[in-house]
């Protein structure tokens, strides 16, 4: 099967479109895209399949508009993978999907599906998963520290969503350590704003900036112990599997799909509260660095099973029973 991606979003093209070509599929990522470059690539690649994804720089109204139009003028089938919900459910995906008027929608968020299917709109569940060839376990000096954080603070969200379980993640896992003066690595933006919503401050030293999508795993396997926020209780980030794919030992918040997937104290870490957070940093990493290896080693095992291949043949499996694509395609 041909699967023409519409994105040219740096970290989406590396994930789902790389997990069809391991299912032994022909992928096309569009990058950049034109009113002119549409129908190039449509007639060149003659594609079976086309999938858009999430939120990223093809995904303005106008472009939205000129890929439904090629899409529908060249009849082939549209899946898109909803990455958005459920915090931008209503503000950009429903928007988007009025637009584009895709024939078939995955979401990461069950409960997002539910509600498409009652505006009888043709929905699954589709979570996110890791991509192998760029999460593994890669060492590299550069980036020793014993607690590393690699993500952006969304600081400028979260005055918006006060009742947003990341913040709770981020007082649990983030606020006791820098209060108690225990070093924490950033690599992201914005947390030298976060002392409103932390009730600390983070020493500017601390703080590393951005770093490369394709960078994160060496950080994640370097350091003694990387925390995974959380933004939901029933959803993991896409963090979460790429930080055991690499090798990292994961220390995040004890929520119900964490619990889901992996089972604390053997694949990863959990904390529920502000001073467990200390004691479980505290544990690990003072006395018992062979329990922390294996525990490390146990969650690459456990999250093997969550690649971007298996999502992709999760993806053909369902647009083939609802029909959207012929079986001979799979």
Known sequence: MRVLFFTSHPVLSLLLPEGFRDAGHEVMVSGPITWDSIPVMIQQFQPDLVFTMGWGPEQTQEKQEWIRHFVTEYRIPHAYWSVEDPRHTYTFVLPLISRMQPDFIFSICSDMVEYFKILSLKAAYLDFAYQPSVN???????????????????????????????????????????????????????????????????????????????????????????????????????????????????????????????????????????????????????????????????????????????????????????KIIPAHLA
């Open 136 to 322: 593994y376990p890669e060492w590299d000096e550069r980036y020793r520290c014993n607690i590393a954080v690699v993500a952006s603070s969304f600081i400028d969200e979260l005055h918006m969503y006060r009742d947003s379980y990341r913040l709770e993640s981020i007082r649990i896992l983030l606020s006791p350590l820098i209060r108690a003066g225990i070093r924490v690595d950033f690599w992201g933006e914005g947390w030298e704003r976060m002392e409103p919503y932390m009730g600390v401050t983070i020493p500017p030293e601390w703080i590393h900036g951005s770093v490369p999508y394709t960078e994160t795993r060496k950080i994640y396997h370097t350091a003694c112990i990387t925390i995974g926020l959380q933004s939901f209780i029933d959803q993991l980030t896409h963090r979460t599997f790429e930080i055991l794919a690499s090798g990292g030992f994961l220390l995040t918040s004890d929520t119900q799909a964490v619990r889901k997937y992996f089972q604390p104290g053997k694949d990863l870490v959990i904390s529920q509260y502000e001073t467990g957070t200390i004691d479980v940093v505290r544990y690990y990493l003072e006395q018992f660095t062979s329990q922390r290896e294996d525990i490390r080693a146990q969650g690459m095992k456990t999250v093997a099973k969550h690649t971007y291949q298996q999502r992709a043949e999760e993806a053909i499996a369902t647009l083939i029973e609802h």
